[in-house]
């Protein structure tokens, strides 16, 4: 290999159908235990084939296709992949492997190194439908990493929390787009009013749904509940927050519809994340600091 080169759940039916088939939502990555080795824009040649690679243990390959098209190998199959395509290549995966003789792809490629054997367990095909904004990130981070002028750890926190971003936004898009009207009712006046309290007689309301009837429905689609959703917004804003403001710990918690202070740091607790309210603050506030 060339160096140089509380959760919302998928819906599952008790039947064989589900519209998230090898699909997962992204995990949390702990950047500091990642290393950016390169990134490049990539051009396939005319008339001619590329020559995969397979990824070896702890590397990722990430391909963005910005123009042209190509085809990648997914298990048995070739899978089409065309401009905004997303593949996050992990230990074991082949990267693209075909082309288009006579409108070739081109792709941002990034490499990274990990300290998992196995791989971050990122889903390995996304889409990011912005072409324009496809080709500008692009330009964008290939520039920064070859002009040295940003320290290669922040260039790798922004760029990679960029592309986890759009897996995240394309993992919302599916998930929401084959839920019920009702719970997608509930799921957007939950994320519209996480800083007020928001008692579950109300979020049955919004949906028209009975309180029980709701509740099996988030279990059934989102295995998750209600307060679990409520509690991820406002976990989220408090994260926001804490890195771009120099309010008082207190006030964020308040604001983001927490209790008090001790409560937003139970969450942070419950939240799987290893740190504090200040602790989160003080190891990323200054990468919002020019």
């Not at 140089?4 to 039916?13: A, D, G, I, S």
């Not at 912005?130 to 922040?154: P, S």
């Not at 939240?271 to 190891?283: I, N």
Request: glycine share 6%; hydrophobic share 35%; aromatic share 8%.
């Amino acid at each position: 290999m060339d160096k140089n080169c509380e959760k919302l759940q998928p819906p599952v039916e008790k039947s064989d159908f589900s519209p998230f088939e090898g699909y997962s939502k992204p995990p949390i990555v702990e950047m500091d235990a990642v290393v950016l080795e390169n990134v490049y824009h990539y051009s396939q040649v005319a008339g001619k084939q590329p020559e995969g690679l397979q990824i070896p243990p702890f590397y990722e390959r990430v391909e963005l296709v910005t123009s042209g098209r190509g085809w990648i190998k997914n298990g048995d199959t070739w899978k089409e992949v065309t401009t905004g395509d997303l593949i996050w290549n992990g230990p074991g995966d082949d990267t693209i492997g075909k082309s288009d003789l006579e409108n070739p792809y081109r792709c941002l490629a990034v490499t990274l190194v990990s300290n998992k054997k196995s791989g971050l367990g990122i889903p390995r095909f996304s889409h990011w439908p912005q072409a324009e904004e496809v080709m500008g990130f692009t330009r964008e981070v290939v520039k920064l990493f070859r002009n040295g002028k940003c320290e290669r750890t922040v260039l790798r926190n922004y760029l990679v929390s960029r592309l986890l971003f759009r897996v995240e936004l394309d993992h919302h898009h599916r998930q929401m787009s084959v839920l019920p009207d009702p719970l997608r009712a509930a799921l957007e006046w939950l994320e519209k009013n996480y800083r007020h309290a928001c008692p579950i007689k109300e979020v049955a309301l919004v949906s028209g749904w009975s309180i029980t009837h709701l509740h099996e429905s988030f279990q059934k689609y989102l295995h998750t509940t209600p307060h679990k959703v409520l509690m991820h917004h406002r976990l989220r804003a408090a994260c926001e927050r804490l890195v771009s403001s120099v309010q008082p710990i207190k006030q964020i918690a308040t604001e983001c519809g927490f209790i008090d202070a001790s409560a937003l740091t139970h969450a942070f607790k419950n939240s799987g994340m290893g740190l504090t309210p200040k602790t989160y603050r003080q190891r990323y506030m200054h990468l919002m600091v020019k």
